[in-house]
């Protein structure tokens, strides 16, 4: 029988009271656990666990550790119809043995209970902090003083903003006047901004004006719905690789200087004065 002292209890929850009711309804020995509660009710561990803490508290319930013959430890739950029953001696055993509750798995979607939370923080007490002991050979020497309070560090220099890029000064011209190619690509002043920057590395890397525009305004597709965006991804796609550095200019060499040919007495042209190539050597003409 379930008395009204358990149902009309003023400070028992909804859940503690419906828990109680149905652990009282069970025969001897059957599960009662917090895996097998949730298993049969709708509730969460979080939410069962607190409605056992709480028949605890109030003596409906109780929980005990016990070794069982086996040498296992497992914990029986004692289940009263009136609170004061909790003060005499053990109950009698159950017909048959308990099984042990396996530790509830923390629900992530139920709240913390509260109580179970003070329990914990009021178990812990707080270590004492051992205090430094002073070594004798690191304290300070008789006349130094006391040490000087640092200042607060200086706040870094912010780092100095880039120098705008100088643009070559034809890119934006270029831009306005890719008009007089299709009458499509006439451009807005802030798409003329946006894209000179690309125009200007086309002409830096060496390209003529009149290439950079036949590249941006050949085979356009049809219909352009934004000029400014095929201009933007042809800028991109498209762009030359820079020029190669020109090679080293030889020095000119200079001609040999004129010389008089020892044999016919005609100039040519020699490093040392001699004969030409018509003339025989001189050692044939002394043969």
Not at 252 to 281: I, L, M, N, Y
Request: proline share 18%; glycine share 8%.
């Amino acid at each position: 029988m379930i008395g009204n002292h358990l149902l009309q209890h003023r400070e028992l929850s909804a859940t503690a009271i419906g828990v109680a009711a149905y652990i009282q309804s069970l025969p001897d020995g059957a599960p009662v656990g917090i895996k097998a509660l949730t298993e049969r009710f709708t509730e969460g561990e979080a939410r069962i666990g607190s409605a056992l803490r709480e028949l605890e508290r109030h003596g409906y319930l109780e929980r005990r550790t016990e070794r069982l013959p086996t040498g296992r430890v497992a914990t029986r739950t004692y289940s009263y119809n009136k609170p004061a029953t909790t003060s005499g001696g053990p109950p009698p055993p159950p017909d048959r043995e308990p099984v042990p509750d396996p530790e509830p798995d923390p629900d992530p979607d139920a709240d913390p209970d509260p109580d179970r939370d003070r329990d914990r923080d009021r178990d812990r007490e707080p270590v004492p902090t051992p205090e430094a002991d002073p070594s004798p050979g690191l304290g300070p020497g008789p006349g130094s003083g006391p040490e000087p309070e640092r200042g607060p560090s200086p706040a870094p220099e912010p780092d100095p903003a880039p120098e705008p890029r100088q643009l070559h000064p034809g890119a934006a011209d270029l831009l306005a006047g890719l008009r007089r190619y299709d009458p499509r690509l006439l451009l807005a002043e802030r798409d003329v901004q946006r894209l000179a920057p690309g125009v200007s590395t086309w002409l830096d890397r060496g390209a003529d004006p009149e290439a950079v525009g036949l590249a941006l305004t050949a085979n356009l597709p049809e219909p352009m719905r934004s000029p400014a965006s095929v201009l933007a991804y042809r800028l991109t796609a498209l762009l030359p690789p820079r020029l190669p550095q020109a090679p080293a200019a030889r020095p000119a060499r200079r001609p040999d200087p004129f010389q008089t040919c020892d044999g016919c007495e005609r100039a040519f042209r020699a490093p040392h004065p001699g004969r030409c190539r018509d003339c025989p050597p001189e050692a044939c003409q002394a043969a």
